[in-house]
Structure formats: structure tokens, C-alpha cells
């Protein structure tokens, strides 16, 4: 990961991970608790990838797993996350902008619930069994229900910010070209005009006059004779 992504992710998931343990973790909500930690990780690996969300996740939930008050043994918030975060970087669209707030929505639910169910599972490998007591059914769907009210307000800043940080002028140019054919594409799509080739159009354009003005010619000569 480039040290931009290394600064941008750390001080992102430390200042999630505070605001989690002091304010999330108690408001006494019914169920889970909405988990800011995991749409940190989410929305930054929507912008950076597979591999950027795998390693961000792992340090996410590692941080997590060492901060108190953990309960839990240690490395196993950090497996579930990076397995999250690999998954979520797999939706990751290939120009980097998402034209809407369906495929982002849906990562977050799918997510809230694999997270819940993984680390369900990983406790019950390890002995942990807490979660059949507190019920895994209410578990899922409060936490699929928190994640997503407060995804708006999370996963857009998140993208935008790491966007800003790759600072990156090639992908800039990039966007600029695609913007241009797209314009181009308009327009040649409205008055039957190849933008592209401006000379060709003229030399095109005057050829077709010329040739129009030779027919006229012709036509009024045969009149004539």
C-alpha cells in the first residue's frame, strides 16, 4: 500500500475505533451495536480494492481485538474483517465511481451479516457461545438495520476522502478523455457530425460542396444547351 493509503486508513479506523468503544458501544440499543469499525473498513475498500480492504481490515480488527474493553481472543475480530474487507473490495467498480447508492447499500447489509455470522462462527470454534444466548436472529437483523442508517453518513465521506488522498493526475486525465468522447458522442449523436476528426469533417463538409456545386453546373449547361 502506498504511504498516502497507510496514513488516510490509520488515522480513519483509530478515529472509528474511539468514537465506537466511547459512544456507539453505549447507547444501549436493542441487539448489536452499530458497527462503524466495519463501514470504515467498507468504504475504503470500495476505493481501493481487494487487497487495500484485506490488509485495512486486518488492521482494523486487530486494533479492535488489542483495544479494550475486548472480550474476546485476540485475532479473531481481525480474521473476520479482513475476510470483509477482501469481499467488499471485490465490488469495488472498475473506474472507481459508483453511479448509485444501490451496490453500496447492498455491500453494507451483506456485510453487517457475514460479519455477525463469521464472528459467530469463529466463537464457536474457539468456545465462545454468546451469541446463542443473546440470539443470533435479532443479532443479524439489528445489525444489518443499524449499519445501514448510518452507512450514508459514513461510506460516501470515506470514499470521498480516499479518493482525494490517491491525488493521482493520470486517473484525472483519464476521467478527462472519457468526459470528452462522452461530449464528443453527444454531439455526433445530435448533428450526425464526427467531433473527433475536425479536419477530416471540414475536408468531408467541403468536399460534399463541391460536389453539389459541379451537379448544379452540369444541370444548368445541359438547360443551356
Given at each position: 500500500?502506498?504511504?498516502?493509503?497507510?496514513?488516510?486508513?490509520s488515522a480513519l479506523v483509530v478515529v472509528a475505533l474511539v468514537i465506537q468503544v466511547s459512544v456507539l458501544a453505549r447507547l444501549h440499543l436493542p441487539g448489536a451495536v452499530p458497527d462503524l469499525l466495519l463501514l470504515?473498513?467498507?468504504?475504503?475498500?470500495?476505493?481501493?480494492?481487494?487487497?487495500?480492504?484485506?490488509?485495512?481490515?486486518?488492521?482494523?480488527?486487530?486494533l479492535a481485538d488489542l483495544a479494550p474493553p475486548a472480550d474476546h481472543a485476540a485475532g479473531r475480530y481481525a480474521l473476520v474483517l479482513c475476510v470483509i474487507g477482501y469481499l467488499a473490495g471485490l465490488a469495488k467498480p472498475e473506474n472507481g465511481r459508483l453511479k448509485s447508492a444501490t451496490g453500496p447499500m447492498v455491500v453494507v447489509a451483506a456485510a453487517a451479516i457475514g460479519t455477525t455470522l463469521l464472528y459467530a462462527g469463529v466463537g464457536a470454534l474457539v468456545g465462545?457461545?454468546?451469541?446463542?444466548?443473546?440470539g443470533l436472529g435479532?443479532?443479524?437483523?439489528?445489525?444489518?438495520?443499524?449499519?445501514?442508517?448510518?452507512?450514508?453518513?459514513?461510506?460516501?465521506?470515506?470514499?470521498?476522502?480516499?479518493?482525494?488522498?490517491?491525488?493521482?493526475?493520470?486517473?484525472?486525465?483519464?476521467s478527462a478523455a472519457n468526459s470528452a468522447n462522452i461530449s464528443s458522442g453527444w454531439l455526433s449523436s445530435g448533428t450526425g457530425l464526427k467531433i473527433g476528426g475536425q479536419r477530416g469533417g471540414l475536408g468531408s463538409l467541403k468536399t460534399k460542396a463541391r460536389t453539389r456545386t459541379a451537379r448544379v453546373g452540369r444541370i444548368k449547361g445541359v438547360k443551356r444547351l
Open positions: 500500500m502506498r504511504v498516502n493509503r497507510i496514513l488516510l486508513s470504515t473498513v467498507l468504504g475504503l475498500a470500495l476505493v481501493y480494492g481487494h487487497v487495500g480492504g484485506a490488509l485495512v481490515g486486518f488492521g482494523a480488527g486487530l465462545d457461545t454468546a451469541a446463542r444466548h443473546v435479532s443479532l443479524l437483523f439489528t445489525a444489518a438495520l443499524y449499519d445501514l442508517l448510518l452507512a450514508p453518513f459514513v461510506v460516501p465521506g470515506i470514499m470521498a476522502l480516499a479518493r482525494r488522498a490517491e491525488n493521482d493526475p493520470l486517473a484525472e486525465t483519464g
